[in-house]
C-alpha cells in the first residue's frame, strides 16, 4: 500500500502498451478497467493516509533525501489526481463511438495519462523537466492525429515554441543547483532563504518562470493556445484546455511555494488581469467556435493567476477552487462544441442555428455550461469567484479589475449563445456517449455549486471564513451584470466593426512570439531591479 | 571565462529564432541553442579543472559527476524533437508548398 | 530593423545580469551533492565511472522515461508518415 505513487504512474503505461500489442477490439475495454483500478487505489491510499494532511514523501531507491529522486503526495496532488482521472473517464467516453477500435489512439492517450500523473507528484526539479516535456511530446502527436493541413501546423507551432521555453528552464535549473548543491526541491527550499537576494538566484527564478509561463499561457506568451486547442480533434481539445494547460499552473504552486520571492506577487497580479483582458477582446472578435472557446480559456486562466498571485489567504483558495471548477465546465463546453461540428460540419458561429431544437438535451447541458462560467449563483464557477473577490476584499482597484472580467466574459457567451436560437432544417440526431458524459459533467457542476465550500474544508483542511452563497442580492447582481453585457453586445460588438475584424486576422508569427519571449524576461529583470 | 563564452552561443541562438524566417532554420537554431545549453552545464558544474569523474588508485581532484548525466538526458531529448520537428516540417511542405512562417500561418 | 536593435539591447543585458551573477555567485557554492557522489558513489553501486552509477542507479527514474521518449517518439513518426490514401 505504500507504493501506490507508483503503482500508479505505471498502471497506465503498462495498459497502453498491452492495448497496442494486442490490436483487439474488446482487448480495448481494458482502458475503463484500467480507471476503475486507479481510481479504487487513488482512494484506498487517500483514507489510508487519514485525508493526507501531512505530507507522504516515497524515496526512489532508498537513497538519502537530497541524492535520490523523491516522489511527494500531499492534500493538492491527491486533489489533481482525483481531478484528471475523472476528467481521463470523460474523455473516455466521450470518444468512444469513434476510436473504439483505434488501437494507437488509446496508446497515445493511455501513455499521456502515465506520464501526468507523475508529472503529479514528482519532488525533483529535472524529474519534472523530463516529464514536462514528455507530456508535450505526446500532445504533439494527439494534435496532429487528423493529418491534415490545419492541425499539423499548429502542432509544429506549439512543439517548438514549447521546447524554446524549456531551454529556459534549463539554463535556470543550472543556476539554482550551483548554489543550492541539491536538485531536491524540499531541500531547495530549507537552502533558500539565506541566498535569496543573490543576482543568479534571482536570475534562475526568472528564466524558470519564464518557462512555466510558456507552458500555462501568460500574457505575451499564449499563442500557441488558440491555435492547438482549435486545431485538435475534438476529444483531445477538451482533454488539453481542462487539465494540461493546469499542469503549467501546478508547476509554477510548486515552484512559487519553494521560491517564495515576494517581491514578484504583484507582477503576477497584473500580469494575470493582462491575460484576461487580452483574452476578452480577442474572444470577441471571432467567429470560429472554438476559437472562442480557447481564448476564454486564456481568459479564465488570467483569473486564476490573479487569485493564485498572493500564495495565501483567501484568494489562493479560491484560484485552487477555479482550477477544479474550470477543468469542469470547460470540458462540457468543448464537448458541446465538438458534438455540434459533428453534427453540422460547419465552424462559424454565424451560420450554425437552431441547435435546441435540433440537439435538445446537448444544448441543454451546454447552457449549464455557460451559465456556470458567467457565474449564476447556484453552479459552481460563482462560488470559486467570490472566494477570490472576498480574499481581495479592501482593495478597490481589485475589485473593479474583477468585476470588468466578469463582465467581458459575460458579453462573449451572449455572442456564443446565439446558436441556440432560429429553426433547424433536419430531425434530432441522437449521440448517447457524448451525452452521457455531458449529463455526468454538468451534474457535477450543479452539485459542487452547493457543496463546494464543505468539500474544499473537508479536503484541504482550512477554513473559510462565512461566505454567504445564495443571497437575492448576489442574483440581484448577476442579473444586472447580464443586463449591461447584453447592451454592449448590442451596440458594440454585433456591429463587427473594422477594427474587430483586424483583430480577428492579427496572426503573431514564430519569430515575433520568441521576440515577445525574450521581451517577458527583460521585464521581469526591469521589475526586480527596480 | 568558458560560461560566460557558451551563453554568448546561446543567446545567438536565441537571436537567430527571434529573426529566422524559414522553419528549418528555426529549427537548426533551436538545435544550437540546445547544444550551447549542454556546454554551460558542463562548465558551471567544473569550477575547479579537475579530472574525469572514474575512480582509479589517485587522490585527484575531480569535476562534478551530475551534470554530466543530466546532460545525457537533455541530449537524447533535444535529437528527438529535432527529428519530429523535421518530420511535420516535411509534411507542411507537402500540404502548403512554402516553407515560409508568415506565409504558411497566414493561408488558412 | 528598429526590431532587430531592441532584441540585441534587451540581449545583452541579459548578457551582463549572467555574468554579473557568474563572477558573484563565487563564495557561495555549494557542493553537497558533488561530495557525497565522489566519495560515496563507488562504495554504493559498485561502478567506478561515477557517471554511470548516477544515470543507471540514483537516478533510475529519469533514465526509464527518457528511454520511453524514445518509444513514443519513433511510434509517432512512423504514425504520422504513413499515408492516408484518401488524402492525396
Redesign the interface.
Known sequence: MEYVPIYLIFIPIITSMIIYLSDNRYVNYMTFLCQLVLYILALKYYMVNDGLIEEKIILLGGWDKSIGIALKNDALSMSFIFLSIFIWLMVLTYCWDKRKNNSKFLFFLMFLQGTFLGLLQTNDLFNLFVFIEIVTIISTILIVYKKDGYSIKSGLYYLLFNSVGMIFYLIGLILIYNLSGTLNMDAISRTIPSLRDTNAIKLGYIFIIGAIGVKSAFFPIYNWLPKAHSAAPSSISVLLSSLLVKSGIYAFIRLNNMFKMESFYEFFFFLGFFTSISGIIFALSQKDIKQILAFSTISQIGLILMGLSSMDGNAYIGGIMHIFNHAMFKALLFMGAGTIINTYGIRRITEIRGVFKRLPYTSIFMIVGILSITGVPFLNGFISKEVIKYGLEGFYLKNMMLYIINLGTSIYFIKFSQIFFGQADREKSRNLNNNLSMFLLASICIVLGSYSIPLTEGFFGIELLNIRVMTTYNLISYLIMIGIAYLIFKQVVEKDYNILKKIRHTHISFEATNFLLVMFIFIMMLWSNK | MN??LS??V??IG??G?????N?IK??IC?NI??TA?VL??LN??S?NFGDI????DEVIP?V???????M???I??GT??T???L???I??FH??GTLD??E???R? | MTRKIFLIAMLTSIFILFSASIFKSEKYLNDFSKSYYLSNGFYETGSKNIVTGIYLDYRLFDSIFEASILLIVVSGIIFISTRDDKIL
Open positions: 560560461p560566460i551563453f554568448i546561446v543567446l536565441v537571436y529564432l527571434a529573426t529566422s524566417k522553419i528555426s529549427i533551436i541553442t540546445q545549453v554551460i552545464f558551471l558544474g569550477f569523474p572514474i575512480i582509479t575531480m562534478d559527476p551530475l551534470p554530466q548525466a543530466l545525457i538526458t537533455t537524447i531529448i528527438t524533437i527529428a519530429l520537428a518530420m511535420l516540417s509534411k507542411t500540404y502548403y512562417w508568415k504558411m500561418m497566414g488558412e
